[in-house]
């Protein structure tokens, strides 16, 4: 595995990256002088983004790919190779949640979190692994606390449960080809990702800022060669579950 600090300038692509946790490691990643490719579904979304950064298309390419579209997931792998020359990392961040559970919950809206939460992370690891075994490359995957401790009846934890799985199961699979594996998993951290709980807002208690995700994204990118963070859990102070 080669050491992001023998690389100039690293390229990364980040899914879901203009808004909340995403937007926050796209900044940190330009500052450590990265090349970013960042995905979302709303191009306008992602150029207003890359505008309020300042950042041209140099370092910042803004690519509008549905996560659960494996075309579109591909296309912009092969964008990001174009663009830059090179894939170092892909960090597979877009997720959502329906904030309910068995009981009284919209199975309706059920089938498109598991299509986000789960397929599109799998999509991403299939369709960048080519490139990321030329580089030598490492994968983020980020999860959740709900995917380590389960709550009642909760189907996004059923969701990052199963991308739990997927880390060690794509660790497994790609380790002995000098690809790394990183699973992130936040406690509640204050982000859009709220907007859609009932209540609107980040619920009472311990929170976690962007930031804080964003620089945990990045440190375990940072390894020395040879070193494969594999799971690294980040709650707020207080945080129990
Ligand atoms: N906030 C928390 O408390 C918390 C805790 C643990 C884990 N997480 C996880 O952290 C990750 C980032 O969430 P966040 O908190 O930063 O919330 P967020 O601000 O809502 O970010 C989610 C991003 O995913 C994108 N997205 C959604 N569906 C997509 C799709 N089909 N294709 C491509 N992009 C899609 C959204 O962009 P568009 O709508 O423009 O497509 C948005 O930018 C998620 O996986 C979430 O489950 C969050």
Sequence with gaps: MQSENTVDHPTTLITGGATGIGAATVRRLLAAGHRVAVTGRDQDRLDRFAAELGAGRDVLLPLAADATDYDAVRGAVEATVKEFGRLDHVIANAGFSTHDN?????????????????????????????????????????????????????????TKTALTSLAENAHVLVTGSGVGVTLIAPGRVDTPFWSSHPDRVVPQGPVLTPDHIADAIVWALRQPAGVDV??????PLGQVH
């Design 102 to 158: 068995l009981a009284d919950g919209d199975p309706g809206q059920w089938r498109e979190m598991l299509m986000v939460n789960v397929l599109g992370p799998a999509l991403l690891v299939k369709a960048a692994l080519p490139a990321l075994q030329e580089s030598g490359g490492r994968i983020v995957l980020v999860g959740s606390t709900a995917g380590i401790k389960n709550t009642p009846g909760n189907m996004y934890s059923v």
């Design 230 to 235: 594999n799971t690294v859990v980040v709650r």
